[in-house]
Structure formats: structure tokens, C-alpha cells
């Protein structure tokens, strides 16, 4: 079964300070990660995917195949960071999205 | 941007009732999932659905949810007898299909059962 673990609930940090939201992931096979955000009152939303090893908003994450880590870093977090951050793992194709517990990031001025 | 949308927002329903979750996905998507997040837990997958049938489902999809896509539009969660434990968050999702493609999400229907 695959099983995704995001060790914290709640990470707090100074505006401009770096951060980093861990994800570890557990899949015997060649998973698609994924890291979704929920705004205040928003719907989930995709951030990035390991796949497309793009930059969005400042934020990257490296799949680490030997730790099976996808952390999700950022050098300087912004005000607008603040939200709930899930990591997600997909087997591959259309099959369903399985969500870590989810990180609450709180971004103080 | 196109979206998927879910009504009603919220829902208070008694234990025993049955409930119907609407979803509208995105119009050239095929794929449609529905998951569900209870308060403080994670979000979880329930149920996939593709070229009007069950694709996937977990083992929390027991024979007390179906779903259908009635009008080639909507696609919907039905609940035949709530328990107080089905009190979530529900989401709907779809996809195109296409390799490397995302999941959009409606923005939840809180349902209550009380």
C-alpha cells in the first residue's frame, strides 16, 4: 500500500526566513509526487509535481528516490506562503491521489 | 478558468437520511473522483469513475455509496443512510486523461450529519 507521511502539522517561520515542508513516501513501485495548496478559503489547488521539475512561486521539491523524500523548500518565504500544503503520491496514469495529513504553514510578519 | 463546482456547500442532514453530493466537472474531463476529508484527518480517496463506471475505489466506498453521472454533466455522491461518522469534507476531482495531466478540485461540500 502506498502511504504518505508529512511529519509536521504546523511549521511557523519569519517572512523572508527559508522553508522547508517535509514528505516522505512509501511505494514499491515509481510513484508521480505531487504537492497541492490550500488558500483560506480556496480550493485545493496543484503547486507542482516532481515530473515537470519546475518552480512555482518560488517553491521546488527533488524526489528523493533513496530517502523517499519529496520535501518542499522555498529560500525566502512571503506572507502569502501562509496555507495548507498536502503532499500526494499517484502509482501513475489516472489512478487516485493518496494525501499526506497535510502541513499548515504560518508565515509571521 | 474553468472549474469543477460542487452544491451545496453545506449540508446538515439526520443520522439514517440519505444525501446526494452534486458535482460539476470540468466540461472535457473523463475522469471524476470523489474524496473526502473528516476533520483534522487526511484527505481520502474514495471513489474513481470513468466511461460511466466504477474505476477504483477504497474500502471506505461500501455499498452505503454510489455514484453516477445522470445527465453527462453532473457527476454525484449519493449517501443512502448517514452515519455521524460520514461527517466530512467532500471533494470532487477530474482530469482529462492525458499523461501528465493534474486533478482539479471543487471546493468541498461540508456535509454535517447530526
Known amino acids: 500500500a502506498q502511504r504518505v507521511t508529512q511529519p509536521e502539522k504546523l511549521l511557523s517561520v519569519f517572512k523572508g526566513a527559508p522553508v522547508e515542508l517535509k514528505c516522505n513516501y512509501s511505494y514499491s513501485g515509481s510513484p508521480e509526487l505531487f504537492w497541492y495548496v490550500q488558500y483560506s478559503r480556496q480550493r485545493l489547488q496543484l503547486l507542482l509535481r516532481h515530473i515537470s521539475r519546475e518552480s512555482i512561486k518560488g517553491f521546488t521539491a527533488d524526489l528523493n528516490k533513496g530517502e523517499t523524500s519529496f520535501h518542499l523548500k522555498k529560500p525566502f518565504a512571503q506572507e502569502e506562503d501562509s496555507a495548507m500544503y498536502y503532499c500526494a503520491l499517484k502509482r501513475g496514469g489516472n489512478t487516485p491521489l493518496v494525501f499526506g495529513k497535510g502541513t499548515r504553514l504560518s508565515v509571521i510578519a | 478558468e474553468p472549474e469543477v463546482t460542487q452544491t451545496p456547500s453545506h449540508q446538515v442532514t439526520q443520522m439514517g437520511q440519505e444525501v446526494i453530493l452534486r458535482c460539476v466537472p470540468i466540461?472535457?474531463?473523463?475522469?471524476f473522483y470523489w474524496y473526502r476529508q473528516i476533520l483534522g484527518q487526511k484527505v481520502e480517496f474514495l471513489v474513481s469513475f470513468y466511461n460511466n463506471e466504477i474505476s477504483e475505489k477504497s474500502e471506505i466506498f461500501d455499498d452505503q455509496f454510489s455514484v453516477e453521472r445522470p445527465d453527462g454533466s453532473n457527476f454525484t455522491l449519493k449517501i443512502r443512510s448517514t452515519k455521524l461518522e460520514d461527517s466530512a469534507m467532500y471533494f470532487c476531482?477530474?482530469?482529462?486523461?492525458?499523461?501528465?495531466?493534474?486533478?482539479?478540485f471543487g471546493q468541498g461540500t461540508r456535509l454535517t450529519v447530526v
Open positions: 476531482a477530474s482530469r482529462t486523461g492525458q499523461v501528465n495531466t493534474e486533478a482539479f
Open positions: 466540461s472535457n474531463h473523463l475522469y
